[in-house]
């Protein structure tokens, strides 16, 4: 809506004029695949097919089904025959689709091994898309740019199934896009898709028994806690993380839910979550006690505008048996270890890089090393 008329988006801008032949056409509008193993949860995207058919953390070939053909559009246009109107009581619903994220890097073991895992990076990939109403993504157009859902069936729109009007008029070739009257031009089934580079945090917990966490819900409303209390550590506005979880596989014979906290700007907060990671669980913890008492979420507790699709996936009951009183008493430092008392704080840091880290704080002037020796 824009002035009070309703315009609707017909195709998108592309990136060329015109394409010499349908290999050319493919490499000016940058067509690439996004992939994602179904096997250990990695995924990225790649220009060609062959390294999209096999994944390139644990070498398991990709389905099918799991890889996808996208464009990421340089902008969107409306139909210029198509005039604007006012009526706003008629709108096409496109469903959300969750990204696929990806993390990368060294894992570390929180504070007690037998809880978990976690591992963060600078150059997390987040792929973003959208196949349209059905789900079966876009019929383009490689001539015009005009778009159209694939039907329900997977089958052509019926704009494309008879000479179509150029998204955008030019004089020299009429009114009917050239593209009509050439197969390979009208491409199918494509994704609307952008990928970007940013601070990843990912999270793999087991429960007090030892079971790596593979409830969805439990792992979605805990999801939503650790962003919220990340969030509230560092001093931004939850809104500038994003989060959610993927199956991933932790051992050869175990599969879990991957807690997945992400930067929207890439601002560099996920990836310092191991600084906050002492008391994170204990915050995530409090949070999940609702002041309203609520018998699964609300907002005074784990609901907000950004979970507003998946509110019946978020139940703080079940994360609260994940992260209990007794799981947050064996995530303490042993007493053997906490050679400083009450706070002591596991280092995450290689030994240079939490050094570096020390002295450059502002108000830290003197950083002593204590070297215990065991003797049998």
């Given at each position: ?285 409090d949070r999940l ?58 280092e995450y840091k ?27």
């Amino acid at each position: 809506v824009m002035d009070g008329l309703v315009y609707r988006a017909a195709g998108v801008t592309l990136n060329w004029h015109i394409p010499a032949d349908q290999t050319s056409a493919r490499e000016i509008q940058n067509i690439r695949i996004a992939w994602r193993c179904h096997h250990c949860g990695a995924s990225g995207s790649s220009h060609s097919l062959d390294r999209a058919g096999r994944c390139e953390s644990c070498g398991e070939a990709v389905n099918p089904e799991n890889q996808r053909e996208f464009l990421e559009p340089a902008g969107f246009a409306v139909d210029f025959y198509q005039e604007p109107h006012n009526d706003i009581t008629t709108q096409h619903f496109v469903p959300v689709e969750a990204p696929w994220i990806d993390a990368d890097g060294e894992w570390f073991s929180l504070a007690n091994p037998d809880l978990g895992r976690f591992r963060v990076t600078t150059r997390g990939h987040v792929f973003h898309q959208s196949r349209g109403v059905h789900g079966n993504g876009y019929a383009l157009c490689l001539e015009c740019g005009r778009a159209d859902p694939m039907t329900s069936e997977g089958d052509l729109p019926k704009v494309f199934e008879r000479a179509h009007y150029k998204l955008r008029r030019a004089s020299e070739d009429g009114l009917y896009c050239p593209g009509s009257d050439t197969d390979w031009k009208i491409k199918q089934g494509i994704t609307l898709g952008h990928e970007s580079w940013t601070d990843v945090l990912e999270i793999q917990l087991k429960t007090t028994s030892g079971v790596w966490l593979n409830d969805k819900t439990a792992a979605t409303t805990l999801s939503v806690a650790i962003r919220d209390s990340l969030a509230e550590l560092i001093g931004v506005q939850a809104s500038e993380l994003g989060c959610d979880i993927k199956p991933a596989r932790p051992e050869s014979n175990a599969i879990c839910q991957s807690i997945l906290i992400f930067d929207r700007y890439a601002a560099g907060y996920a990836s310092s979550a191991e600084r906050f990671l002492a008391d994170l669980f204990r915050l995530v913890h409090d949070r999940l006690q609702c002041p309203a008492d609520c018998d699964s979420a609300c907002p005074s507790c784990v609901l907000d505008y950004d979970q507003r699709f998946i509110t019946d996936r978020l139940d703080r009951h079940g994360a609260l048996e994940v992260i209990s009183s007794s799981w947050l008493n064996q995530m303490q430092l042993p007493e053997g270890l906490a050679f400083f008392g009450r706070g002591s704080r596991l280092e995450y840091k290689k030994l240079l890089e939490a050094i570096w880290h020390a002295v450059s704080s502002t108000h830290v002037n003197r950083v002593r090393l204590v070297c215990l020796l065991y003797t049998s």
